[in-house]
């Protein structure tokens, strides 16, 4: 609720630094319900650009959890450096707040742009250029910080300006708009301008909204504060900042195209968000090798892509196998892997994005890769989160593979968790086996060795293994890295059961390309020479993967 005014005692000047009260166009109350409203509008601007900071940094950097502790930190440290800074501009607090919201319209609103040409121009560079979004994202962070930490005290000043009253009153009703403000804006970057916008062009209209609102509550409420030369620098100023947010509105879709020229190359065929992830794929057409890229990490492709899927899925299909079930694998090439066995009966694909398993089905490449298996009737899918559906009390299956995301995503360490193996063992039926991908073992042996200390926790007996990839470049796997140069070089898996089960493979099924007897064997005894000992398991409330 906004409190009344309390002006000061007659006679009493304004203290020392602090203007006298403003000419106003409109009545004082009118004056100060625009200047709240503006607040309001200010503070949802503000959220939004931090929201889309946080959201980038976890598509491009990865890590959510990481780079949103970077953002925010780094924000809010930020905010009470421009407060600090801002005391300085009270004298000529219209001037101050005016230029500060063109400055925070196009640094907040061009952010979204910078971040991805940085990534996608420079990311596959190597070396210091490869960690080029991080840096942006600090140098983002704290700007953006520094003028929004800027704007309490000038708005503050400007309140004051129309009349004074008492501090305490001003404060609360200054902080009631802007966090109102700051809960619309919350709720309209995931609900409507991320789905309905994207990234960029939300970050563009945000921006846009900022300099509009800015500049007419300078301009239009305090503009007797400014001098004549003053109201026309900012009037310019404005007019270029919306003419810079609106030609990069224009040629956004372009630069979009572009960009994703450099990071998928110029062979891209189709790319779209699903709702969940952006999907990319890439070749599929005259004899080019086809790649499928999610959020901009390789998930599947490449020529050797079948070394991934087969070391996955036959070590786990030696034994009775009537009922499969693959938690993830929304691409299909793990469920050809299984419907390869005449004797399985049902497979169930339980994977959260439904917009990725109709490509799957309906691309005529990534389906023709994955030898149609969803047109297969003894297939169901399931759109689901595969935590949240194991805790359903799922009928049990001889055989569960685990073709989930690289556990260093921060995204998917709950099914990395002690917890989430639990729910899968329960989901075994007597001698069922579970086969976990868990990520690479040369590059990052200790994220493999608590996959597998994480598994025995959750009381099963584990067989660890590897398997190299002969074209590393092309990064087969859900573990992919978008910079070469640090692409995995093997991939890693650990079978397990209640029970514990031998690696072999059945000699009465279909035979593998890239598999044999004597190369599994070879393949567990490489990773057992990376064995990391007193690994701790990971738990919901513990994660512990981490490079």
């Given at each position: 609720m906004i409190e009344p005014h309390a002006p000061a005692p007659p006679g009493v000047p304004p203290p020392r630094g602090v203007q006298g009260q403003a000419r106003l166009p409109v009545r004082p109350g009118t004056g100060r319900f625009l200047v709240l409203a503006g607040v309001f509008v200010c503070a949802a601007c503000g959220l939004v650009y931090e929201l889309e900071l946080v959201a980038l940094a976890s598509y491009l950097v990865g890590d959510s959890v990481t780079q949103a502790s970077v953002v925010l930190s780094v924000m809010v440290f930020a905010m009470g450096v421009g407060s600090l800074a801002a005391k300085r501009l009270r004298p000529r607090a219209a001037a101050g707040f005016g230029a500060v919201e063109a400055a925070l319209a196009l640094v907040g609103g061009c952010s979204a742009m910078a971040l991805y040409a940085v990534f996608a121009w420079t990311g596959g560079w190597g070396g210091v250029w490869a960690s080029g979004s991080r840096y942006l994202l600090a140098a983002f962070s704290l700007a953006i910080g520094l003028l929004i930490g800027a704007e309490v005290p000038l708005l503050m000043e400007l309140i004051q300006r129309?009349?004074?009253?008492?501090?305490?009153?001003?404060?609360?009703d200054l902080f009631a708009a802007d966090y109102v403000g700051a809960l619309v804006g919350g709720l309209a970057f995931p609900f409507l301008l991320l789905p309905r916008l994207g990234e960029l062009t939300g970050?563009?209209?945000?921006?846009?909204?900022?300099?509009?609102?800015?500049?007419?509550?300078?301009?239009?409420?305090?503009?007797?504060?400014?001098?004549?030369?003053?109201?026309?620098?900012?009037?310019?100023?404005?007019?270029?900042?919306?003419?810079?947010?609106?030609?990069?509105?224009?040629?956004?879709?372009?630069?979009?195209?572009?960009?994703?020229?450099?990071?998928?190359?110029?062979?891209?065929?189709?790319?779209?968000?699903?709702?969940?992830?952006?999907?990319?794929?890439?070749?599929?057409?005259?004899?080019?090798?086809?790649?499928?890229?999610?959020?901009?990490?390789?998930?599947?492709?490449?020529?050797?892509?079948?070394?991934?899927?087969?070391?996955?899925?036959?070590?786990?299909?030696?034994?009775?196998?009537?009922?499969?079930?693959?938690?993830?694998?929304?691409?299909?090439?793990?469920?050809?892997?299984?419907?390869?066995?005449?004797?399985?009966?049902?497979?169930?694909?339980?994977?959260?994005?439904?917009?990725?398993?109709?490509?799957?089905?309906?691309?005529?490449?990534?389906?023709?890769?994955?030898?149609?298996?969803?047109?297969?009737?003894?297939?169901?899918?399931?759109?689901?989160?595969?935590?949240?559906?194991?805790r359903g009390d799922p009928p049990p299956y001889d055989v569960v593979i685990s073709d989930l995301p690289d556990p260093g995503i921060t995204a998917s360490t709950k099914l990395y968790s002690q917890e989430f193996y639990g729910l899968a063992s329960r989901a075994l039926s007597d001698g069922g086996r579970l086969v976990v991908h868990a990520g690479p073992v040369t590059s990052r042996p200790r994220v493999f060795w608590t996959v597998e200390a994480t598994l025995r926790a959750a009381g099963l007996r584990t067989t660890p293994y590897r398997v190299g990839g002969r074209d590393s470049v092309s990064a087969a796997g859900p573990d992919g890295a978008q910079d070469a140069s640090r692409a995995p070089r093997d991939w890693g898996f650990v079978l397990a059961s209640t029970e514990g089960t031998p690696l072999r493979l059945d000699p009465r099924g279909p035979a593998p390309r890239s598999l044999t007897p004597r190369s599994l064997a070879a393949d567990a005894r490489a990773a057992w020479l990376t064995r990391i000992t007193a690994v701790a398991p990971s738990t919901l409330v513990h994660p512990r993967y981490s490079e």
């Amino acid at each position: 609720m906004i409190e009344p005014h309390a002006p000061a005692p007659p006679g009493v000047p304004p203290p020392r630094g602090v203007q006298g009260q403003a000419r106003l166009p409109v009545r004082p109350g009118t004056g100060r319900f625009l200047v709240l409203a503006g607040v309001f509008v200010c503070a949802a601007c503000g959220l939004v650009y931090e929201l889309e900071l946080v959201a980038l940094a976890s598509y491009l950097v990865g890590d959510s959890v990481t780079q949103a502790s970077v953002v925010l930190s780094v924000m809010v440290f930020a905010m009470g450096v421009g407060s600090l800074a801002a005391k300085r501009l009270r004298p000529r607090a219209a001037a101050g707040f005016g230029a500060v919201e063109a400055a925070l319209a196009l640094v907040g609103g061009c952010s979204a742009m910078a971040l991805y040409a940085v990534f996608a121009w420079t990311g596959g560079w190597g070396g210091v250029w490869a960690s080029g979004s991080r840096y942006l994202l600090a140098a983002f962070s704290l700007a953006i910080g520094l003028l929004i930490g800027a704007e309490v005290p000038l708005l503050m000043e400007l309140i004051q300006r129309i009349r004074r009253q008492d501090p305490g009153g001003a404060v609360a009703d200054l902080f009631a708009a802007d966090y109102v403000g700051a809960l619309v804006g919350g709720l309209a970057f995931p609900f409507l301008l991320l789905p309905r916008l994207g990234e960029l062009t939300g970050a563009l209209l945000t921006g846009a909204v900022n300099a509009l609102v800015g500049g007419a509550l300078v301009l239009g409420l305090f503009r007797r504060d400014l001098s004549r030369r003053g109201r026309w620098l900012l009037l310019i100023a404005n007019v270029v900042v919306l003419g810079l947010l609106a030609t990069a509105a224009v040629l956004v879709d372009d630069f979009e195209h572009a960009a994703r020229q450099a990071v998928y190359g110029r062979d891209v065929r189709v790319a779209l968000r699903t709702g969940v992830q952006e999907v990319v794929l890439t070749g599929g057409t005259r004899g080019r090798p086809l790649g499928l890229f999610v959020d901009g990490s390789p998930r599947a492709g490449g020529r050797d892509e079948h070394r991934y899927h087969e070391a996955l899925v036959h070590p786990a299909m030696n034994g009775r196998r009537a009922r499969v079930l693959v938690l993830g694998g929304g691409d299909g090439l793990a469920v050809r892997e299984v419907l390869r066995y005449p004797d399985v009966r049902r497979v169930d694909v339980v994977d959260r994005d439904a917009g990725l398993v109709r490509l799957a089905r309906r691309d005529p490449a990534l389906s023709a890769l994955n030898g149609h298996a969803f047109d297969d009737p003894r297939v169901r899918v399931v759109t689901a989160d595969a935590f949240c559906w194991l805790r359903g009390d799922p009928p049990p299956y001889d055989v569960v593979i685990s073709d989930l995301p690289d556990p260093g995503i921060t995204a998917s360490t709950k099914l990395y968790s002690q917890e989430f193996y639990g729910l899968a063992s329960r989901a075994l039926s007597d001698g069922g086996r579970l086969v976990v991908h868990a990520g690479p073992v040369t590059s990052r042996p200790r994220v493999f060795w608590t996959v597998e200390a994480t598994l025995r926790a959750a009381g099963l007996r584990t067989t660890p293994y590897r398997v190299g990839g002969r074209d590393s470049v092309s990064a087969a796997g859900p573990d992919g890295a978008q910079d070469a140069s640090r692409a995995p070089r093997d991939w890693g898996f650990v079978l397990a059961s209640t029970e514990g089960t031998p690696l072999r493979l059945d000699p009465r099924g279909p035979a593998p390309r890239s598999l044999t007897p004597r190369s599994l064997a070879a393949d567990a005894r490489a990773a057992w020479l990376t064995r990391i000992t007193a690994v701790a398991p990971s738990t919901l409330v513990h994660p512990r993967y981490s490079e």
